[in-house]
């Protein structure tokens, strides 16, 4: 099948796509919050133009996923994305994760069965960890997140809208060149997902420490980060997570946002094909 559903053992239902050739190497994508898998459609098109097989998946409470109300953390997400793999048994398989989506790849690829992950690629990735301690000192007070949570409960078709509209892409620079398209199928997306999921999913992707998942896979690592990056600062995330890695390698992209994949695919997708190559 091209695309379907598998029960985890919650009885959560994870939807995902599955193109390609079932020989061919897998590419796994991770999307961000409050987004869904169609967030890779441009990605998944290159790739399967490339002769991969490729997929993704709804993370739970996402998109065209059970709207659960618990399990809303990297813990489960990861346990889900095992069984991904299980039922389709993936092999050498690489795993692209954006935002959280980054951070859902590398805890799986901490946890994962030998054989499954040959790289994993992080791109404006939320590791090591988003929110401010005594231990980051460089990271976000977590009255950002509290802000986040309380203008989602208000309204939360507004808040993804100005979300889209603004830093995400960097719309809100001057003389940014704005999609009101790529604004509305990033609401699209949001909107199909639950809100007690996404409420919960504002912790899960700010407060968990990925230190020692980053320091546990001992595959190769690609880290990708907009110099520009409005959601997740690149000082304290992909420049603290390269000195993390044992096999690491870091690319940084002058002026891009957050959401280069999706303004700037013509760069990012080459890119990755190299790294998935070599």
Request: negative net charge.
């Amino acid at each position: 099948m091209s695309s379907g559903f598998i029960t985890t053992k919650d009885g959560t239902q994870i939807f995902y796509k599955d193109w390609g050739p079932k020989t061919a190497q897998p590419i796994v994508f991770h999307h961000g919050w409050p987004l869904s898998a169609d967030d890779w459609d441009n990605q998944m098109m290159f790739f399967l133009g490339e002769g991969f097989r490729v997929i993704a998946h709804d993370r739970r409470g996402h998109g065209r996923s059970s709207h659960t109300d618990t399990g809303n953390e990297m813990d489960t997400y990861a346990a889900d994305v095992v069984a991904l793999a299980d039922h389709l048994d993936l092999k050498n398989a690489v795993h692209v994760g954006h935002s959280t989506g980054g951070g859902e790849a590398i805890h799986y690829a901490a946890r994962a069965k030998p054989g499954r992950v040959a790289k994993v690629v992080l791109i404006g990735a939320v590791p090591p960890i988003m929110v401010k301690s005594d231990k980051n000192p460089g990271g976000l007070p977590i009255e950002v997140f509290d802000g986040f949570r309380t203008a989602q409960n208000a309204n939360r078709a507004q808040f993804f809208h100005d979300i889209a509209a603004g830093p995400f892409y960097g719309y809100n620079r001057p003389g940014a060149k704005v999609s009101p398209a790529t604004v509305e199928n990033w609401w699209r997306q949001g909107m199909m997902g639950g809100a007690k999921a996404h409420y919960d999913c504002i912790k899960a992707f700010s407060e968990t420490d990925f230190t020692d998942d980053l320091k546990s896979v001992d595959v190769p690592v690609l880290l990708m980060h907009g110099e520009d990056d409005q959601i997740v600062p690149i000082a304290d995330s992909a420049l603290l997570g390269i000195k993390l890695v044992k096999h690491g390698t870091l690319k940084t992209y002058p002026g891009l946002p957050h959401g280069m994949c999706t303004t700037h695919p013509e760069i990012i997708n080459p890119d990755l094909l190299a790294f998935i190559k070599a």
